[in-house]
């Protein structure tokens, strides 16, 4: 199994995924949680797919809305979050919202 | 709400130009922005996101496909057009048949080959098509072809046994000993030659300024710092005598001129830097010096009568010198033999308005001492080639480079067009490897942009040299030395590498080794030249890195 590259934000991700993991999440969702940007999430999410680490599909929301794309780990995903996450230090991982509107 | 509009604009966008594999991603995001609050935040995301689609868009344009994802078999630009790629080769064959066509054109074909001198020079072939003329000449016994080429040639022996040829043939061409004698003064054969010459042209003070040349050339193979023999010195007294004492110079240019009418047409050899270049042909390197040694010796002699009280004896000595510097001033055609003569003069009438002081003739003293500073050559209000520079020396190298850069373009897109015109051949036969096929495409673009580019640079070059040409053609045929001095100044810089001053280096290879100062057009050729290899090795990379891998199975 080829691993990816983890980053600090790459644990942030797997942190969150790692919380709820068999439920599907949004990419503005995760940005918000993680306190990531677009520029930087998705660059994450693309490379964690690659190494097929994340599934994604398509979902309609709303009547009218354009579909959106949600994301979970696949099991060697989940594997690898676990192995990762335990030898990271969670709370060193804590980041402020990016996108708030308050 | 328009801030959100303009976001949507920009990241719909960067899906636009980001690469197949990456849109889906790209909707993604989009999909996301609707859910984004607040105007900023959803300016913020897009932005961001654009940057991703935008970075996948440039590493996709580097290297295609990575591990062959993006690489869409027989894909890219004409893949699916077969006509529009039948349009393109069409269009890229009228530009290349466009561009063969200018080589009908006498202009365009010595402009090639001036454009391609600098390249004969740095190879060390300096003299292409001179020994074919030579040979030519002696087969049909043609003494004018042969003291063509003796005038010339830079091989010395050769040179004089074509001038001995020649004279043989035709005693009127005696004067090509003159010519060759001033290039080579060491010849074994100077001295028969100087003999035959004084016979010939008893009048005319280069024949005794050759053997002063000869004289003093002998002294410095004999041992360099070693005083002259008495003998020496005496030959060499009489000579510079006799020099400074002659009616009349010539340095046989006119000649020249008349010699290129008639035996350049005869042999086509349309090489106007072989013809027109007159660095070759000049005074001995040795002449300003030792005219200077003699006129000082006359002008110290003069003081010496003055100071015995023998005023018209010591002025006589002066003006000895001064009319000599005249003679050399208005009779010579190089800013060698103008140089001699303007230094001569500004030698003899400093002595003359000291002199003129001296006896309390304030108004004469003055007039010398104008002539004086007139003629200083430190001054350089005097000297140069005779005749003015229509076009001025910038607009001459600016000319050269062009010219020169058109040349190299030339058989650089040539060179493209073959290289993409194979792979075309070997990827429409009918088992052609996958990846000549996959690389007709890209093969197309290059005949096409290369075919413009040669039709492009003969243009440039044809329509940049037309006006020497003319130059040229009127020199040989009606013997017009109107704008010589251009042709002269492009042709030294041609042979320069471009943008590199002619004057700063005497060859290419000098420029290549020392090149100190090369100016802001040579950045320009080189900043070109860089790009055009970069721009080669994307080509490449693009192909290599985007063909596809073998599956596991």
Not at chain 2, 533 to 552: D, E, S, W
Request: aromatic share 10%; charged share 20%.
């Amino acid at each position: 199994m080829k691993i990816p590259r983890i980053s600090p934000e790459t644990l942030l991700v797997l942190d969150r995924f790692i919380e709820r993991p068999t439920d599907w999440r949004y990419g503005y969702e995760l940005s918000r949680e993680t306190g990531l940007k677009s520029g930087t999430l998705y660059p994450i999410l693309m490379r964690l797919e690659k190494y097929s680490m994340l599934e994604a599909c398509w979902v309609t929301t709303e009547e009218g809305v354009p579909l959106r794309h949600t994301y979970r780990l696949t099991s060697d995903g989940l594997e690898l979050a676990r192995t990762k996450l335990a030898e990271a230090r969670p709370h060193s991982m804590v980041r402020q919202p990016a996108f708030c509107s308050g | 709400m328009q801030l959100r509009q303009a976001a949507t604009v920009i990241l719909e966008s960067a899906i636009r130009i980001a690469p197949p594999s990456s849109r889906d991603w790209g909707r993604a995001m989009m999909g996301e922005l609707n859910f984004v609050e607040g105007p900023w935040a959803g300016t913020m995301w897009a932005l961001g996101s654009s940057r991703v689609l935008a970075k996948q868009a440039l590493v996709s344009l580097i290297i295609p496909g990575r591990r062959g994802e993006d690489y869409v078999p027989d894909g890219g630009l004409f893949a699916n057009s077969a006509t529009l790629r039948k349009a393109a080769l069409a269009m890229g064959c009228a530009c290349i048949l466009a561009a063969l066509l200018f080589f009908a054109a006498p202009p365009f074909r010595q402009a090639f080959k001036v454009a391609l001198k600098p390249w004969h020079l740095a190879s060390g072939n300096i003299q292409p098509g001179f020994v074919a003329v030579a040979k030519q000449a002696e087969i049909k016994h043609d003494a004018e072809g042969e003291a063509f080429c003796a005038v010339r040639l830079q091989d010395s022996r050769e040179s004089a046994r074509l001038a001995e040829e020649a004279v043989r043939l035709d005693p009127n061409l005696l004067w090509v000993y003159a010519v060759v004698a001033m290039r080579y003064p060491e010849l074994s054969e100077t001295n028969k030659w100087v003999e035959k010459l004084e016979r010939w042209d008893p009048q005319n003070a280069l024949v005794p300024l050759i053997t002063a040349e000869s004289i003093h050339r002998a002294n410095v193979q004999r041992g360099g710092g070693s005083p002259p023999t008495k003998e020496q010195e005496q030959a060499w007294q009489r000579a510079m005598a006799a020099a400074f004492q002659s009616p009349k110079f010539d340095d046989y240019f006119d000649r020249i001129a008349q010699l290129n009418r008639r035996v350049v047409p005869r042999y086509g050899f349309y090489d106007p830097y072989e013809v027109q270049s007159r660095e070759q042909i000049d005074l001995p390197d040795s002449a300003l010096e030792n005219s200077q040694r003699f006129a000082q010796s006359l002008l110290n002699t003069g003081a010496d009568l003055e100071a015995k009280g023998d005023w018209k004896g010591g002025r006589g000595r002066y003006w000895t010198v001064a009319r000599f510097g005249q003679l050399i001033d208005s009779e010579g055609r190089t800013n060698r033999e103008h140089g001699m003569g303007t230094t001569l003069q500004a030698m003899a009438y400093s002595q003359l308005q000291a002199s003129a002081g001296k006896e309390g003739m304030q108004a004469e003293a003055a007039l010398f001492g104008y002539l004086a500073a007139k003629f200083d050559p430190a001054k350089g209000k005097h000297g140069g080639l005779p005749g003015e520079s229509a076009f001025g020396r910038d607009t001459s190298e600016r000319n050269a480079a062009v010219v020169e850069i058109s040349g190299i373009m030339i058989l650089f897109f040539s060179g493209l067009v073959v290289v993409a015109l194979s792979i075309l051949i070997a990827g429409s036969r009918r088992r052609a490897r996958l990846a000549a096929k996959r690389a007709k495409p890209v093969a197309t673009i290059v005949v096409l942009t290369s075919a413009v580019g040669m039709l492009f640079s003969s243009v440039t070059l044809y329509l940049t040299y037309r006006p020497y040409w003319y130059i040229f053609q009127s020199a040989i045929q009606n013997g017009d030395g109107m704008q010589t001095r251009d042709m002269q100044e492009f042709l030294n810089s041609t042979q320069m590498l471009p943008g590199v001053s002619p004057h700063a280096f005497r060859t290419f290879t000098e420029a290549l080794l020392y090149a100190g100062s090369p100016s802001f057009l040579f950045y320009v050729w080189a900043g070109v030249t860089l790009l055009g290899v970069l721009g080669l090795g994307l080509i490449f990379l693009r192909h290599f890195m985007g063909r596809p891998r073998a599956q596991a199975p």
